[in-house]
């Protein structure tokens, strides 16, 4: 064979084997790291509510690959909703980022305390208390909230009393932003909350260890806006603001669940 030949031949193989060793799927690019796994997302509602307030957030964190979770909130104690969640998040295995929505802020607060698999944890126009303080201290310590003797019904539970909105104020306190349609069925469907939630101060909070997102709801009727900028100014969160009413994972789902995966980065 020619010496030219010769040296073509060569040539093309060694660009041939340079081109195969530097392609996508060799060994060389299957030394990559595997993606890191993602969160699974757990879901806390509050009182006056249930977790199918939750759906269209689930719905978007689902198509986006994350595993999800919307579980049963009891309402009926501080100390006995956050034994109850910690419980539940015991049986998941891990990193968890944990979601609340207004008292169910209270619950996550106290649930996560030294979970070290709870690796953020975020409030959706949510309570977030320090050791010692109320769900009715927070509620009134700015002025604003629509929730008071007027448009609160309480029924008794037993030893207790159950509150609700009562229904010709539900849009109004709880979810001006939404149809009446859709909040006439809200208000028909509540769930109540024991009373005696109102004054049980909060334990250790788990927000002093763990990084936190708040989703700030400019036009909240229950939780005063300014309220909410406070805790989360003090919790030290990353803040983002929405126009939208107390139900502002309802009304502006997705970007509550845009701030849900900023938290689970």
């Given at each position: 064979?020619?010496?030219?030949?010769?040296?073509?031949?060569?040539g093309?193989?060694?660009?041939?084997?340079?081109?195969l060793l530097?392609?996508?799927?060799?060994a060389?690019?299957a030394?990559?790291?595997?993606?890191?796994?993602?969160?699974?997302i757990?879901l806390?509602?509050?009182?006056?509510?249930?977790?199918?307030g939750?759906?269209?957030?689930?719905r978007?964190?689902?198509c986006?690959?994350?595993?999800?979770?919307?579980?049963?909130?009891?309402?009926?104690?501080?100390?006995?909703?956050?034994?109850?969640?910690?419980?539940f998040?015991?049986?998941?295995?891990?990193?968890?980022?944990?979601?609340?929505h207004s008292?169910?802020?209270?619950?996550?607060?106290?649930?996560?305390?030294?979970?070290?698999?709870?690796k953020a944890?975020?409030?959706?126009?949510?309570?977030?208390?320090?050791?010692?303080?109320t769900?009715?201290?927070l509620?009134?310590?700015?002025?604003g909230?629509?929730?008071?003797?007027?448009?609160?019904?309480?029924?008794?539970?037993?030893?207790?009393y159950?509150g609700?909105?009562?229904?010709?104020?539900?849009?109004?306190?709880?979810a001006a932003?939404?149809?009446?349609?859709t909040?006439d069925?809200m208000?028909?469907?509540?769930?109540?909350?024991?009373?005696?939630?109102l004054?049980?101060?909060?334990g250790?909070?788990?927000w002093?260890?763990?990084?936190?997102?708040?989703?700030?709801?400019?036009n909240?009727?229950?939780?005063?806006?300014?309220?909410?900028?406070?805790?989360?100014?003090?919790?030290?969160?990353?803040?983002?603001?929405?126009?939208?009413?107390h139900?502002?994972?309802?009304?502006?789902?997705?970007?509550t669940?845009?701030?849900?995966?900023q938290?689970?980065?």
């Amino acid at each position: 064979m020619p010496t030219t030949r010769r040296t073509l031949i060569a040539g093309t193989a060694a660009v041939a084997t340079g081109a195969l060793l530097s392609a996508p799927g060799t060994a060389a690019a299957a030394s990559t790291k595997p993606p890191k796994a993602k969160p699974t997302i757990v879901l806390v509602h509050g009182a006056f509510a249930d977790a199918s307030g939750w759906n269209e957030v689930v719905r978007i964190l689902q198509c986006d690959g994350y595993t999800t979770y919307a579980p049963a909130n009891p309402l009926r104690s501080v100390s006995g909703d956050s034994a109850y969640l910690a419980g539940f998040l015991a049986t998941l295995t891990g990193p968890v980022v944990l979601v609340a929505h207004s008292y169910g802020g209270m619950v996550i607060t106290n649930a996560a305390t030294d979970n070290a698999d709870v690796k953020a944890l975020v409030y959706v126009a949510a309570f977030a208390p320090d050791a010692g303080e109320t769900l009715q201290g927070l509620q009134l310590k700015y002025p604003g909230s629509k929730l008071g003797d007027t448009s609160l019904d309480l029924r008794p539970n037993g030893d207790s009393y159950d509150g609700y909105v009562k229904p010709a104020a539900f849009r109004d306190v709880f979810a001006a932003d939404l149809p009446k349609a859709t909040t006439d069925v809200m208000a028909a469907t509540q769930r109540p909350g024991d009373v005696h939630t109102l004054l049980e101060p909060s334990g250790a909070p788990a927000w002093k260890s763990i990084p936190s997102w708040y989703l700030v709801a400019r036009n909240d009727n229950l939780i005063p806006a300014a309220a909410q900028r406070f805790m989360a100014q003090r919790a030290g969160a990353r803040v983002t603001e929405v126009g939208a009413s107390h139900v502002a994972m309802i009304s502006q789902p997705r970007v509550t669940a845009d701030l849900i995966k900023q938290a689970a980065r």
